[in-house]
């Protein structure tokens, strides 16, 4: 079975979340998209799915971490190369995310660490394939 994976985020303002997200490169699905939540595509299998809080907590009886405070997740995406890795965090940057860390070089990986317009966590990172068995 080939699974997808649905990382879903409560936010604060959906449409800037939903514009934060298109920077970096994500697409908006309209087929799972209203006014109180946006499914965001990066690729056929990954989709981030932006809640606004009160959809958020149909969901789970918890309260909703501050991300701006505290972290829930450490999102990762491998990317097919150190360029890539480099355009998604300068794109993330000047959609209003900032830096959560330096970027990290160990000669085998490579990567970069954000948060979006909400403080969640994304590290786009690239591994060379030679190294991973």
Excluded: C
């Excluded at 699974?3 to 087929?31: C, E, H, T, W």
């Excluded at 450490?74 to 830096?99: H, P, R, T, Y």
């Amino acid at each position: 079975m080939k699974a997808k994976i649905f990382v879903n985020l409560p936010v604060r303002d959906l449409k800037k979340a939903m514009d934060f997200y298109s920077s970096v490169g994500f697409s908006n699905n309209k087929q799972f998209t209203d006014n109180t939540a946006a499914a965001m595509q990066l690729n056929d299998d990954i989709y981030v799915m932006l809640l606004t809080h009160e959809k958020f907590k149909q969901f789970t009886p918890k309260q909703i971490s501050d991300s701006s405070k505290s972290t829930e997740v450490l999102n990762s995406l491998a990317l097919e190369n150190k360029d890539q890795v480099n355009e998604m965090f300068d794109k993330a940057i000047k959609a209003g995310g900032a830096e959560t860390r330096p970027a990290e070089d160990l000669g085998f990986m490579f990567s970069k660490s954000f948060s979006d317009v909400d403080g969640h966590i994304w590290e786009p990172f690239w591994m060379n394939p030679e190294h991973v068995q």
